[in-house]
Nanobody, 113 residues
Framework: QVQLVESGGGLVQAGGSLRLSCAGS???????MGWYRQAPEKQRELVAI???????WYADSVKGRFTISRGNAMNTVYLQMNSLKPEDTGVYYC????????WGRGTQVTVSS
């Protein structure tokens, strides 16, 4: 069973930065990976992808502020989040892209105005 563990979230003021980490089973990390977020009372949305060849894609709402990357270890992915806005608040998850059936617990990001 695929296991994913997200960490690095927290409470930050608008304009601040956070770096999220995701670690888990190597099998899932060999393909394209994504960071997703779910704001209160909203559907989960995809915010960034990194392919197996390290190409990246970002949602318009985070482009220029977030950076997705892979670690040197074959089972880690990161999300550097700068210039955070209150609308970035939510629970952040990593998963394959397109997502697989197993989700981690996510990490809470709260941005205060």
């Amino acid at each position: 069973q695929v296991q994913l563990v997200e960490s690095g979230g927290g409470l930050v003021q608008a304009g601040g930065s956070l770096r999220l980490s995701c670690a888990g089973s190597r099998s899932i990390f060999s393909g394209d990976m994504g960071w997703y977020r779910q704001a209160p009372e909203k559907q989960r949305e995809l915010v960034a992808i990194i392919t197996s060849l390290r190409s990246t894609w970002y949602a318009d709402s985070v482009k220029g502020r977030f950076t997705i990357s892979r670690g040197n270890a074959m089972n880690t992915v990161y999300l550097q989040m700068n210039s955070l806005k209150p609308e970035d608040t939510g629970v952040y998850y990593c998963n394959a892209a397109p997502f697989g059936p197993s989700w981690g617990r996510g990490t809470q990001v709260t941005v205060s105005s």
